[in-house]
């Protein structure tokens, strides 16, 4: 198998993974309260209540037990429990927790469970959006995760900012209109892979400057004077100065969001995710997405040749993903059809 899907919510299914399994986690979770992705059930109370009972944003703000009408949540209503009737709603869905300290809680707890899987030299690049509160306030979700993943043990290598050239309009007139999200680069220990050669970018240096032409020498600076003193470790210089093969990947990414045709509200464009395969997953090796959706990363990860498992708690997204996968698997065939590559044994296309 090239792929696998496994249904059912992330921490639960992580537990059928094998330890050092996994070479690379490409991931989006849930936002924190942006919608209902209507995975939750009612148990108890009566049976006739809708159990939906639109709030006020000013009850909204008093009991975040509610949300706003108009900003594109499947359901409005209670959370946890319906005041009319006392039905409780059960729902292991991440991204409707009551309160953002429990959000944020939940995903630490996630992430910590994944480190068994992930291999000692594995990475996890996540994928987050923030939000706004009923009194205006940024919540700053990203990056309340990224410290609190570091406080739990987490490397945090890199804050990569996703800047869209189509972002979606918003009718505020007191702040700028939101066209970024971030992608933080996570790793378990100091040495991890990446690939930097396989995401680099073209060099912009003038031609006419022959210090970065091919053939150029290498620039050491340890012996400067300059480079000598101070509180900082000197600088070694270049070992190369030939920019002719490309520079190395700076962290804005300025891409345009994606259209799936399918029933799912938030997917990734596919060249967001080529880089982060490409860095961190060597070729034949596993990618792994938590929340994996209408399918993106595990069809990226198997169509740049490497194996994928995605996790989903939501079943109506699982045909969605297969769909996706027999397009990529037909794709693949009809290119390599003609190839004399020999055939994958199956212990190398076997799957953890």
């Given at each position: 198998?090239?792929?696998?899907?496994?249904?059912?919510?992330?921490?639960?299914?992580?537990?059928?993974?094998?330890?050092?399994?996994?070479?690379?986690?490409i991931t989006s979770p849930p936002y924190f309260?942006?919608?209902?992705?209507?995975?939750?059930?009612?148990?108890?109370?009566?049976?006739?209540?809708?159990?939906?009972?639109?709030?006020?944003?000013?009850?909204?703000?008093?009991?975040?037990?509610?949300?706003?009408?108009?900003?594109?949540?499947?359901?409005?209503?209670?959370?946890?429990?319906?005041?009319?009737?006392?039905?409780?709603?059960?729902?292991?869905?991440?991204?409707?927790?009551?309160?953002?300290?429990?959000?944020?809680?939940?995903?630490?707890?996630?992430?910590?469970?994944?480190?068994?899987?992930?291999?000692?030299?594995?990475?996890?690049?996540?994928?987050?959006?923030?939000?706004?509160?009923?009194?205006?306030?940024?919540?700053?979700?990203?990056?309340?995760?990224?410290?609190?993943?570091?406080?739990?043990?987490?490397?945090?290598?890199?804050?990569?900012?996703?800047?869209?050239?189509?972002?979606?309009?918003?009718?505020?007139?007191?702040?700028?209109?939101?066209?970024?999200?971030?992608?933080?680069?996570?790793?378990?220990?100091?040495?991890?892979?990446?690939?930097?050669?396989?995401?680099?970018?073209?060099?912009?240096?003038?031609?006419?400057?022959?210090?970065?032409?091919?053939?150029?020498?290498?620039?050491?600076?340890?012996?400067?004077?300059?480079?000598?003193?101070?509180?900082?470790?000197?600088?070694?210089?270049?070992?190369?100065?030939?920019?002719?093969?490309?520079?190395?990947?700076?962290?804005?990414?300025?891409?345009?969001?994606?259209?799936?045709?399918?029933?799912?509200?938030?997917?990734?464009?596919?060249?967001?995710?080529?880089?982060?395969?490409?860095?961190?997953?060597?070729?034949?090796?596993?990618?792994?997405?938590?929340?994996?959706?209408?399918?993106?990363?595990?069809?990226?990860?198997?169509?740049?040749?490497?194996?994928?498992?995605?996790?989903?708690?939501?079943?109506?997204?699982?045909?969605?993903?297969?769909?996706?996968?027999?397009?990529?698997?037909?794709?693949?065939?009809?290119?390599?059809?003609?190839?004399?590559?020999?055939?994958?044994?199956?212990?190398?296309?076997?799957?953890?």
């Open positions: 198998m090239i792929y696998r899907v496994l249904p059912g919510e992330a921490q639960t299914q992580l537990t059928h993974l094998d330890m050092a399994s996994i070479d690379c986690v309260q942006l919608r209902d992705y209507q995975t939750g059930q009612w148990e108890g109370g009566d049976p006739e209540c809708s159990h939906a009972v639109r709030l006020t944003p000013s009850a909204a703000s008093s009991t975040l037990q509610g949300f706003k009408a108009g900003v594109g949540h499947a359901h409005e209503g209670f959370a946890d429990a319906c005041p009319r009737c006392g039905a409780v709603r059960v729902d292991e869905q991440l991204g409707m927790e009551p309160t953002l300290e429990a959000y944020v809680a939940r995903l630490v707890s996630v992430f910590r469970d994944l480190r068994r899987v992930l291999k000692p030299t594995g990475t996890a690049w996540l994928n987050l959006g923030d939000s706004f509160a009923p009194d205006k306030q940024l919540r700053g979700v990203p990056w309340r995760v990224a410290f609190a993943l570091q406080d739990d043990g987490w490397i945090l290598r890199s804050d990569i900012v996703w800047a869209k050239t189509q972002p979606l309009p918003e009718s505020v007139r007191d702040r700028p209109t939101r066209s970024h999200e971030y992608i933080f680069l996570l790793a378990a220990q100091p040495h991890y892979y990446y690939d930097a050669v396989a995401v680099k970018e073209p060099a912009v240096t003038p031609t006419y400057d022959r210090r970065y032409g091919p053939g150029a020498p290498p620039r050491h600076r340890e012996q400067e004077a300059w480079n000598q003193h101070g509180p900082y470790k000197p600088h070694r210089g270049f070992s190369s100065m030939d920019s002719s093969q490309g520079r190395n990947r700076r962290d804005v990414w300025t891409l345009a969001t994606a259209r799936f045709l399918g029933a799912h509200f938030a997917t990734f464009p596919e060249a967001l995710v080529e880089p982060m395969v490409l860095a961190g997953c060597p070729p034949g090796g596993v990618v792994l997405d938590l929340f994996a959706g209408s399918g993106t990363t595990l069809a990226v990860a198997v169509r740049l040749g490497r194996r994928a498992i995605g996790i989903e708690l939501n079943p109506d997204y699982l045909p969605l993903i297969e769909a996706r996968m027999a397009d990529v698997r037909v794709r693949q065939i009809s290119l390599f059809a003609d190839a004399a590559a020999p055939s994958p044994s199956p212990e190398e296309e076997a799957l953890p």
